[in-house]
C-alpha cells in the first residue's frame, strides 16, 4: 500500500553537501484522507545503533541531533508526502547508511504506526 522510498545517497569527501530525499508511494497515497504524522531520518554507521539524526512532527517542530546542528538541515513537503535531508560540512563520522522513517500514517484501510524506507548509504571520506 505504502512504501518510503529513498534516494540521494552517495560518496562524497569531507566537507562537502549531499541532499537527502524520501517520498512516500503506493496506492494508498492517493487516498483522500491519507496523512503522514511524522517523518524522519535515521542512521546506523557500522557496528552502531541506528540513531535519529533529524525528524520533522506534527505542528512543524523539527528536532535534530546534536551532532548534526547546524549542518544538516531537515525539510517536509506535506501536500508530495515528501522529506528531506540537506547535509552540509560532512564528516567521516557521518558515514552511515540513512533511513527515512514515517510515523502515524492514516489511509482508508489502515493506519500504519510505522514504516521504513530500504535504507540509502552516505560515504564520507576525509
Known amino acids: 500500500q505504502v512504501q518510503l522510498v529513498e534516494s540521494g545517497g552517495g560518496t562524497v569527501q569531507a566537507g562537502e553537501s549531499l541532499t537527502l530525499s524520501c517520498a512516500a508511494s503506493?496506492?494508498?497515497?492517493?487516498?483522500?484522507?491519507?496523512?503522514?504524522?511524522?517523518m524522519a531520518w535515521y542512521r546506523q554507521a557500522p557496528g552502531e545503533q541506528r540513531e535519529l539524526v533529524a525528524a520533522?512532527?506534527?505542528?512543524?517542530?523539527?528536532k535534530y541531533n546534536e551532532s548534526v546542528k547546524g549542518r544538516f538541515t531537515i525539510s517536509r513537503d506535506k501536500a508530495r508526502n515528501t522529506v528531506s535531508l540537506q547535509m552540509n560540512n560532512l564528516k567521516p563520522e557521518d558515514t552511515a547508511v540513512y533511513y527515512c522513517?514515517?510515523?502515524?500514517?492514516?489511509?482508508?484501510?489502515?493506519?500504519?504506526?510505522?514504516?521504513w524506507g530500504q535504507g540509502t548509504l552516505v560515504t564520507v571520506s576525509s
Open positions: 522513517n514515517a510515523e502515524r500514517i492514516a489511509t482508508m484501510s489502515v493506519l500504519i504506526l510505522e514504516l
Open positions: 503506493g496506492s494508498a497515497v492517493s487516498d483522500p484522507i491519507f496523512s503522514i504524522n511524522d
Open positions: 520533522s512532527l506534527v505542528g512543524g517542530v523539527t
